[in-house]
């Protein structure tokens, strides 16, 4: 099914660091925000680096990352796929990440896991002139990490 990514993305003069997701999934377009489904550990992870609780409200996790100097949006804006499943991605439509770069002093990239840094490096990256550093997946799908261990390994990262 062909579905146009529904959520703006998340930045402000003040964001330096810029996390890419690939294309948000089935609870997230519901919701009309990033990371909804409830299994999904971004938000988890994001408090724990930061040593927060974790947000619940769009507005508070709107909050936190921006007080942070985070930017949050996905690679692509518009591809099929089924449900919410990356392996199912086809035909993609990259992003538009000039506004974001052009209104926020972005000075690192950081992709939630493998399929974000595929497309990353395949689209976008000729453009920002940036290297990714792809970090393990948020995504209840990555069982190999345990929250801990993504909490550390973010963290190494974003502070």
């Not at 927060?52 to 507005?59: G, K, M, R, S, W």
Request: charged share 25%; with cysteine.
């Amino acid at each position: 099914m062909r579905i146009t990514h529904p959520i703006e993305p998340l930045y402000d003069e003040n964001s330096k660091i810029l996390i890419l997701g690939s294309f948000p999934s089935v609870k997230s377009r519901e919701q009309g925000f990033f990371y909804g489904h409830n299994q999904n550990r971004f938000w988890r992870v994001i408090a724990g680096v930061f040593g927060a609780e974790v947000p619940v409200t769009i507005d508070e996790k709107k909050a936190m990352l921006l007080s942070n100097g985070i930017a949050l949006y996905d690679v692509i804006c518009e591809c099929d796929i089924e449900g919410s499943a990356d392996s199912t991605i086809k035909n993609v439509k990259p992003a538009e990440l000039d506004k974001i770069f052009k209104n926020a002093n972005i000075e690192k990239v950081i992709t939630n896991g493998k399929k974000a840094d595929e497309l990353y490096n395949k689209y976008q990256e000729c453009k920002t002139d940036i290297k990714a550093i792809c970090l393990p997946s948020t995504s209840p799908a990555n069982a190999a990490w345990s929250l801990d261990r993504l909490i550390e390994e973010w963290k190494s990262a974003l502070i």
